[in-house]
C-alpha cells in the first residue's frame, strides 16, 4: 500500500499525495469555523392546520420549513419601522378620511 501525505492548507482543501504520483484534492466545506454563525434557536408551537400550512408555503418554495421560517423572520426583523415620513403621511391620509366622512354623514 502507498504512504498518504495528508496537507490541510488554510484554504481547508485536502490534498492527498501517494508514492505513486496520485493527487487528490477535495474541498471540505464542513471544517469552517461555524462557531459564529447560527448559535442560537428561537422554538415556537403551533397548530397541526398551521404547521401544515407553512410547510406548504415552504415546499412551494422548494426549501426545508426551518431554513424557509429562519428567513421570513430575518426578513420581517429587517423590515423594521415606519419612517417619520410614512407615518405623517399615513396620519393625513386617515385625518382627511375622518374629515370626509363627517362632513358626508352630517
Not at 12 to 35: E, K, P
Not at 49 to 61: M, W
Request: hydrophobic share 45%; net charge neutral; charged share 25%.
Amino acid at each position: 500500500m502507498p504512504d498518504i501525505i495528508c496537507d490541510l492548507s488554510p484554504t481547508w482543501s485536502f490534498r492527498a499525495f501517494t508514492s505513486c504520483q496520485f493527487n487528490v484534492t477535495l474541498q471540505c466545506a464542513f471544517m469552517f469555523d461555524r462557531s459564529r454563525y447560527r448559535t442560537r434557536s428561537i422554538g415556537v408551537r403551533v397548530a397541526e392546520a398551521d404547521f401544515v400550512r407553512l410547510q406548504g408555503l415552504a415546499d412551494a418554495e422548494g426549501r426545508p420549513l426551518g431554513e424557509w421560517c429562519r428567513e421570513v423572520l430575518l426578513a420581517r426583523a429587517e423590515r423594521g419601522k415606519p419612517t417619520p415620513a410614512e407615518q405623517t403621511v399615513v396620519s393625513e391620509v386617515l385625518a382627511l378620511r375622518t374629515i370626509l366622512l363627517n362632513v358626508v354623514f352630517s
